[in-house]
């Protein structure tokens, strides 16, 4: 596609739950990150991968969550045992190189009841 | 580590007045900075950003923003904004040398009114 897309767009889960976001980004783009927005935050970051390595997982929260990029293409973030203070809306960006502008997704926002 | 002030949270003008959308950092090493917007129902898009070299960087819509290593300042600023330019406007920094781990500010909603 031309853009980076994320599936699903919106995701309502029971606290507790197990959920698995996905990212799809832009074709031949080798950096993919993952950021968390809190309702009215900015973008805070998570997580940072390099083909299919993951070089910087310093801003993932806790050990609930966990991200994976097993082919260096897709990128799938998965929260386990999700609370309600998961809920907000995950961002995907994804740059040809790690110097690169960055292409953002349109997000997954995760509510959590 | 970095981090970044956006002093308002919600600015409202008129269609064709000037704005300024105001932007702090704080870092103790060299830093690249950026100016990211959100349109309603989109995804973040960037407008402008300073790596080096001239401290004056423009975007190809009329908005401008100068870096100010002196009072560690990056305002965005449009001389006549248009009802189109209502958006969330996000400032954001990383550290020089190495153009991820992206620290954002709050942000900004700059509301035109007709």
């Known amino acids: 596609g031309a853009g980076v897309s994320q599936s699903p767009r919106y995701k309502v889960a029971k606290r507790g739950q197990d959920v698995a976001l996905r990212c799809d980004p832009i074709?031949?783009?080798?950096?993919l990150f993952w950021y968390q927005q809190a309702l009215g935050q900015g973008p805070e970051f998570l997580t940072y991968f390099q083909n299919e390595a993951q070089l910087d997982k310093s801003g993932l929260p806790s050990d609930r969550f966990f991200a994976e990029r097993p082919e260096g293409s897709v990128s799938t973030l998965k929260i386990q045992r999700t609370q309600q203070e998961d809920s907000a809306v995950y961002l995907c960006a994804s740059s040809l190189g790690l110097a690169d502008e960055q292409f953002f997704g349109p997000g997954t926002r995760l509510t959590v009841l | 580590a970095q981090s970044v002030t956006q002093l308002d949270s919600q600015v409202p003008v008129f269609e064709e007045a000037p704005v300024e959308l105001r932007c702090n950092y704080s870092s103790s090493v060299s830093v690249y900075l950026f100016w990211y917007v959100q349109y309603p129902n989109q995804g973040l898009q960037l407008l402008l950003k300073?790596?080096?070299?001239?401290?004056l960087v423009e975007s190809i819509n009329g908005f401008e923003a100068e870096f100010n290593k002196s009072q560690t300042s990056f305002h965005l600023r449009k001389p006549s904004v248009h009802i189109s330019d209502t958006a969330e406007y996000f400032c954001?920094?990383?550290?020089?040398?190495?153009?991820?781990?992206?620290?954002f500010g709050k942000g900004t909603l700059l509301t035109v009114n007709p």
């Open positions: 300073y790596l080096s070299g001239s401290t």
């Open positions: 074709s031949g783009h080798v950096s």
């Open positions: 954001a920094v990383s550290k020089g040398g190495s153009n991820y781990k992206l620290t």
